[in-house]
């Protein structure tokens, strides 16, 4: 495989860059679509047209995560370094950031499991509705609006520092290394 798809220590590979990049655009389309829900009229056009799509993206966002994960295993040791506290810092901030983009999207696909709507992926119907709702399985959903909100938080946290930390103020290289 090219080396220009696959990581090293000087930069992210093709893949990896677009599945960060990939994944941020999805992402950014996601929260807007919380946002203009939770903040917008009901009757309101563009709230519904991005809510419309937001169990789509999330359920697209969720495989992207197996997916991103799984490649990111597979380059871990041609991936560039980062040593140091701040190295160990940056490792549980993404640590963080992965279980967060993993649990919040299994709480909805748990309750839609055990729920009276079922589950339909860009119009294929995954999950069939239920005559009657699971309850255990609504509970954990119960926090999924207030655990996508703490993701939204740490990717922006995750976003200032590059921007911020790495690219103006140590001005190290890390953006380049991502943007390719």
Not at 16 to 30: D, E, T
Not at 126 to 137: A, S
Not at 157 to 180: E, N, Y
Request: aromatic letters at 10%; glycine letters at 12%.
């Amino acid at each position: 495989m090219s080396n220009s798809v696959l990581d090293n220590p000087d930069r992210y590979g093709a893949v990896s860059r677009s599945l960060h990049w990939g994944m941020a655009v999805l992402f950014l389309i996601q929260f807007c679509s919380a946002a203009a829900h939770w903040g917008l009229p009901r009757e309101n056009a563009l709230r519904e047209m991005l809510w419309g799509y937001h169990t789509d993206v999330g359920l697209t966002l969720f495989l992207l995560v197996f997916l991103r994960g799984a490649w990111g295993l597979a380059n871990m040791s041609r991936r560039p370094t980062h040593p140091g506290a701040l190295g160990r810092a940056a490792m549980a901030g993404h640590l963080a950031i992965y279980a967060l983009m993993i649990i919040v999207p299994s709480v909805r696909v748990l309750a839609a499991a055990g729920g009276t709507r079922g589950l339909s992926f860009w119009g294929i119907e995954v999950l069939q509705p239920r005559g009657q709702e699971v309850t255990w399985m609504q509970i954990p959903a119960e926090w999924h609006g207030e655990m996508g909100w703490l993701l939204a938080a740490l990717i922006l946290g995750h976003a200032g520092i590059a921007l911020f930390w790495h690219g103006s103020i140590k001005r190290d290289g890390t953006l380049q290394r991502m943007v390719g």
